[in-house]
């Protein structure tokens, strides 16, 4: 059996994360390094067979739609991680502190007074057009003014060094049991290496979630209800409702288990009706509600957002956030940052087309073989035309579509995400990864170290979604200061 | 606990104890047929499920290949094999959060060995595939008794399969005794061994009886499969098993609701029988009126605890205390 080496690695044309241009390790990830080459032959190709076993068995899968049978797919795992430098962790850090504040401050803005459009930093038609604003949401107070409690925004790193935000998630944000799990089966697998690089745990998550969850109780209560909210087995991130679920220690119900009564919302439990204090709800906006709504939604629950109104349950996220998840309203986040801070982003959005603009729109219909273009509600990777892949009559397509429908689309220049060693057959190449760091928000904002690494395992591919042929690394926050990582033997 | 949760673990558990003695009967109606080779043999067991209409439409003739085909992989049949351990699992699969893994694994094990048997037709409906369910089966019950906390979950799972476990045996005996004796001038005789020690032994119970009663009567039989109490598949341990887990898992008016009743009512019932007064009364009518009661104290259990039920709980507990019942 040959040993893996990374004597042929190849690290020209990206930034690569693990390696300096000279191929010696970047800082961090000396000893992951020194690991891997003393390693026998076959050794960690057995482990990454070992922990896709472990994987399997543990059953984290998730359900592709339109797959035949909605088959679970176990998600694709390499074995070595992604490291973050200690340095590169604090400038992410505080940027997303930064940009939650903002967008949470936007939110709230645009379901009361909307002074970010009256001030003329937002038009007002793009607001208007942006799918996700739920007008039932007008004039809503969430406790303690909170909207986004659990966000995942994705972070890519482009040849230049520089670490850009691509999107935010703050809907139904996933992968964090991903994360949880792939730190798991590592440290099962290489003990030692933990202790000696310094990688910050992330085994407090669920204690961390919960917590926020019930710091946003309803009247400022102490030992609220708390639960997550799940559509059921057959969504495809339902391995993760039930995850979380279990390590907060909280109940996991479908909209069938709840009932509101005396504008308050109970769960049908052996012993009667039990009332309900926090939703951790992983159910769409759309399908919250029968009464709110969409009118045939089989997964929520009648009366729910009456009982939010009257300030006697809290939602997390809280139903509107996902106005924030539009594509060209991601484009003013920059803006939002100077608005409601008065400060200059940390973390900078990748550069944006916005087409509604003519100027814009003009260079991007001239320049469609070179941008990723893409719609402003679709997600993972859909809707979207990759231009230097795309053929003529795609890009003949999609310029129809942005002539009818202008609003609703952005580009952006093609990034040359940065690679992390990956395990190919007998050798190791360079993948494309992003990266998806984990946000809360109850008394204070709080970033989980390090977050979900996708990595696009089809060689040369940029598309690192679960759906589309990606998989996924450990991500490593090695912080040389800290070694107290004992705390995450207990997950 | 979610009534949704309870309803579920419950079912599971009812469903794994029905594909034990459904194998445990067919294999020892296998066993017997060796040394009595006839058609009548095979009857029995389908009058036993109460599903005679739908074998007669699907399969006419009692032949083995007929009966254990339907009672063991007929996919379409509710009450096969196949579809009980499927039942289970599917139940299983959307309490996954509330069951031990290696409990949610072992029957995961135990489906993919059913399915894969039925895939390759009705000779592998066999013995040594009966014995490869029963193991299964006691494999996961052993598993699960031994991983999960006796809280409400186990104690869902423990009424659901000792209930299905009396109701079972009650089949049993009824089906067995209306066959074997249908002439009351025999009441009180030393009846054919073989074929009372067929019943006995397909609930594994009759080197136990030998112990205990040495010959075989019809007295001894009902007082062994029906009222003891230390026999784990008599119909009055069963009965008690099930009273004992549903007085602990609680509910606001647990003094007094419809299913503590029926359940002390019926183990009472049990309690104060002698096997002359069943015999005399005649066991049919016994069994046909033990079997009702039984299925109104499941109805009991899911209007008590599965339903979805208005009544207030008394006092609101807190998330730490909650936690330990659930």
Redesign the interface.
């Known amino acids: 059996m040959t040993n893996l080496t990374f004597d042929a690695y190849d690290t020209t044309g990206y930034f690569d994360e693990m390696f300096l241009e000279d191929r010696s390790p970047r800082q961090g990830a000396e000893r992951l390094l020194q690991r891997i080459n003393s390693l026998p032959p076959g050794e960690l190709r057995a482990r990454q067979q070992e922990i896709e076993s472990a994987l399997l068995r543990m059953g984290i899968t998730f359900t592709v739609y339109g797959d035949q049978a909605g088959t679970e797919k176990i998600f694709p795992f390499d074995v070595i991680p992604r490291i973050v430098q200690a340095s590169d962790w604090r400038h992410i850090e505080a940027g997303l502190k930064q940009r939650i504040n903002a967008l949470n401050k936007f939110i709230d803005d645009v379901y009361h007074d909307q002074l970010i459009v009256k001030d003329e930093i937002l038009p007002r038609e793009i607001l208007e057009k942006a799918k996700s604003f739920r007008p039932q949401c007008i004039g809503l107070n969430p406790p303690k003014g909170i909207w986004c409690h659990i966000t995942g925004t994705d972070l890519v790193r482009h040849t230049d060094g520089a670490i850009y935000v691509l999107e935010d998630n703050l809907r139904c944000p996933s992968g964090v049991s991903y994360v949880l799990q792939n730190r798991l089966v590592m440290k099962r697998s290489f003990p030692q290496l933990f202790t000696d690089s310094g990688v910050r745990p992330v085994v407090n998550y669920p204690s961390q979630l919960f917590q926020t969850l019930s710091s946003v109780a309803p009247h400022g209560m102490s030992d609220p209800t708390v639960v997550v909210l799940t559509p059921g087995i057959y969504n495809s991130a339902y391995y993760e409702h039930s995850f979380l679920a279990q390590q907060m220690g909280v109940p996991l119900v479908q909209g069938e288990d709840l009932v509101v009564e005396n504008d308050r919302v109970y769960m049908f439990t052996t012993d009667g009706l039990e009332q309900v204090d926090v939703i951790y709800r992983r159910i769409d906006d759309d399908f919250l509600d029968p009464e709110s709504f969409r009118p045939d939604s089989m997964l929520g629950v009648p009366g729910l957002l009456n009982v939010y109104r009257k300030g006697n349950v809290a939602l997390c996220n809280a139903p509107g956030t996902g106005v924030a998840d539009d594509k060209v309203i991601y484009a003013y986040v920059p803006d939002m940052i100077r608005y409601y801070l008065d400060q200059e982003p940390i973390l900078p959005n990748v550069p944006t087309y916005i087409c509604q603009r003519e100027e814009d729109r003009k260079y991007v219909l001239a320049h469609l073989g070179e941008l990723v273009v893409k719609a402003a509600n679709e997600a993972g990777g859909y809707g979207m035309l990759v231009g230097p892949h795309s053929t003529l009559d795609e890009q003949r397509e999609f310029a129809q579509r942005i002539e009818a429908d202008p609003r609703n689309y952005i580009a952006q220049p093609t990034l040359s995400l940065s690679r992390v060693p990956t395990m190919v057959g007998d050798h190791f190449e360079g993948r494309h990864v992003d990266l998806r760091p984990y946000v809360l928000y109850g008394d204070s904002i709080w970033v989980l170290p390090g977050g979900l690494t996708r990595v696009a395992l089809k060689k040369g591919s940029l598309v690192v979604n679960s759906s589309q042929g990606g998989g996924s690394k450990d991500t490593w926050v090695v912080d040389i200061q800290r070694t107290d990582t004992a705390d995450d033997s207990s997950i | ?4 949760v ?1 309803s579920s673990i419950y079912w599971m558990a009812r469903y794994v104890e029905r594909a034990e003695n459904l194998a445990r009967f067919i294999d020892v109606t296998l066993n017997v047929i060796l040394d009595h080779s006839t058609e009548e043999q095979w009857e029995p067991l389908v009058r036993a499920t109460g599903d005679e209409e739908y074998f007669d439409k699907h399969y006419g003739a009692f032949t083995s290949e007929n009966v254990r085909h339907f009672l063991t992989f007929d996919r379409d049949y509710s009450n096969s094999i196949l579809s009980s351990v499927s039942m289970a699992r599917e139940n299983a ?2 309490v ?2 509330a069951i031990s ?1 290696e409990a949610w ?1 072992t029957l995961n094990e135990f489906y993919l060995y059913v399915k894969n048997a039925a895939a390759t037709g009705v000779t592998s409906a066999n013995s040594e595939f009966f014995t490869g369910v029963k193991k299964f089966s006691h494999l996961f019950g052993g598993i699960f008794d031994s991983t999960m906390s006796r809280d ?1 979950g186990w104690h ?1 799972a423990n009424i659901g399969r000792y209930l299905e476990r009396a109701d079972k045996i009650s089949r049993i005996l009824d089906v067995k005794y209306f066959t074997l004796l249908p002439n009351v001038a025999a009441i009180g005789t030393t009846v054919d061994d073989l074929l009372w020690s067929s019943v006995l032994r397909s609930v594994s119970g009759f080197e136990m009886f030998r112990k205990q009663y040495h010959t075989i009567t019809i007295h001894r039989i009902v007082d062994f499969l029906v009222l003891n109490t230390r026999f784990p598949r008599a119909i009055h341990y069963c009965v008690r098993t099930a009273g004992d887990s549903l007085s602990q ?4 008016e647990c003094e007094s609701n419809q299913a503590l009743l029926l359940v002390a009512e019926i183990e009472g019932h049990l309690a104060n029988t002698h096997n002359e007064t069943i015999i005399n009364g005649g066991l049919h009518e016994f069994i046909d009126a033990l079997q009702i009661s039984l299925n109104g104290l499941g109805t009991a259990i899911n209007d008590t ?2 339903s ?6 008394n006092t ?5 205390q ?2 330990l019942s ?1």
């Open positions: 606990m979610l009534s949704r309870g699969r959307t996954r959060e893994s694994e409400k869902f898992v609680g509910g606001p605890y599965f979805r039920r208005r009544t207030r709980t609101r507990m807190s998330q730490s909650r936690s659930h």
